[in-house]
């Protein structure tokens, strides 16, 4: 929990000193897991599926530091410092998923988990709209609280949004409650209306159709409430709390940046970049399907993105390029098709899992499952025209939601399971003698 507070206060993470910090954050609360393994004598960790792709893509890296004495590099990736440097922060990010799916294991302990996601994005919020409406002095590297880019700050609240309107949605709360929850979409929505972030925006609508399309298909509790008529009243439900939301931002904070930035991708469309754009994303993936036509099955190396750029780039060298603006893509340049075939393996596997984990009688359960798989969903659909899981704030929230997407049975249960099983057992063997 103390990870979920600490990550995005120094910039996001996104440093090297501050992205350092956090790896040492991490590998420390690992050994302190070591620590009490030894001392208990028993391993206790949830093997969830989605550390398969993860561990794979680690094996790449590795794969592409192997010296093979072949060209005029000697290795696969075009800079062994950086793609290092890549493996190191995977491995991190792979220890870090592993221990919050291990001990964040029970009711109580979800719920913590939410209660500190939706604070820090409330606070993160909030920071951002005082920023615009006092200037600078609460932190001089922007108007977007600790992030240094306004799309990576619209990923971060939009990842919180989607689990307050789940707990709307599936009513998993008190009446007041609910007032609280639907207070932090519209701050959430505020930030991400000033933000400006085209690519905020097209996520956040896609997350309420995703929300609208799960509540219209979802089973309900009660066999005779699975009309369709309550379903379409359940997903317009959905819609009308997105546009509500979405409107009253708009009101509370304006949207002539908004407009200003929908107007430009207009004119980038035809070809007129502004004065005001350092790239033009066209030129850059254009430029990245090249390298990926040179390096298909294993990229150009983990990390290593910015220094193979340079032999494709068509502004020769004007345009400082360190990411493709497409995490895919990148992933595809970086990695091959066998990376993107690891990345398309794990959203397959969390979107699969997460909606079987919503398909509980409970609702509170339910409420955080399809609150962090909308999550999910909205940073991957934004991960189209942006890099926000290159971002170690970011990243570091999208796993622990990915988990609670898809939890194992949680520990009370499977504790109270073997006790039944156990007294079952005793009672058969009394009933015997």
């Known amino acids: 929990m103390l990870l979920l507070v600490l990550t995005p206060l120094p910039y996001a993470a996104v440093e090297a000193w501050s992205t350092t910090l956090w790896e040492v954050w991490v590998f420390a609360t690992f050994l302190l897991w070591v620590l009490v393994v030894v001392r208990d004598g028993e391993l206790r960790i949830d093997l969830n599926p989605l550390l398969l792709p993860m561990i794979g893509l680690i094996l790449v890296a590795v794969l592409q530091l192997i010296p093979l004495g ?253 990411q493709s603006h497409n995490d895919y893509l990148q992933v595809l340049a970086d990695a091959g098709v066998i990376g993107l075939a690891l990345a398309i393996l794990f959203a397959v596997i969390l979107l699969r899992r997460g909606l079987g984990a919503i398909q509980t009688h409970d609702r509170q359960r339910r409420a955080i499952a399809l609150g962090a798989l909308t999550g999910c969903f909205a940073i991957l659909i934004h991960s189209f025209v942006d890099f926000n899981l290159q971002i170690t704030a970011n990243a570091q929230l999208f796993l622990a939601l990915a988990a609670l997407a898809t939890p194992d049975r949680p520990r009370t249960e499977r504790v109270r399971k073997r006790r039944s099983s156990r007294r079952a057992l005793a009672e058969a063997i009394a009933t015997d003698e």
């Open 70 to 322: 072949a060209g005029e590099r000697g290795k696969i990736t075009f800079d062994s410092y950086l793609t290092l440097q890549a493996m190191i922060k995977f491995v991190a990010s792979v220890v870090f998923f592993a221990m919050f799916a291990t001990f964040v294991d029970t009711d109580e302990r979800r719920r913590t988990a939410v209660r500190v996601i939706l604070a820090m994005c409330i606070l993160i919020a909030l920071i951002g709209v005082g920023q615009n409406f006092i200037g600078r002095a609460l932190w001089r590297r922007g108007t977007f609280g600790p992030f240094v880019n306004r799309n990576h700050f619209a990923g971060f609240l939009e990842m919180g949004v989607g689990l307050a309107s789940a707990a709307i949605i599936v009513r998993s709360t008190r009446v007041e409650m609910i007032a609280f929850y639907a207070c932090a979409v519209l701050v959430m929505c505020a930030g991400l209306v000033l933000s400006a972030s085209r690519g905020g925006i097209l996520a956040l609508g896609a997350e309420f159709a995703f929300l609208a399309l799960v509540a219209f298909t979802a089973r309900s509790e009660k066999r005779e409430e699975r009309s369709s008529v309550k379903a379409l009243v359940r997903a317009a439900g959905v819609i009308g709390l997105g546009l509500a939301a979405l409107l009253a931002a708009t009101f509370l904070v304006g949207s002539e940046r908004l407009a200003a930035n929908f107007a430009q991708a207009q004119d980038t469309a035809t070809a007129e970049i502004l004065n005001n754009e350092r790239f033009s994303r066209r030129d850059i993936w254009s430029a990245s399907f090249d390298m990926v036509k040179a390096h298909p099955l294993l990229g150009s190396g983990l990390g290593a993105f910015q220094v193979a750029y340079t032999r494709y780039d068509p502004s020769a060298g004007t345009q400082r390029v360190e």
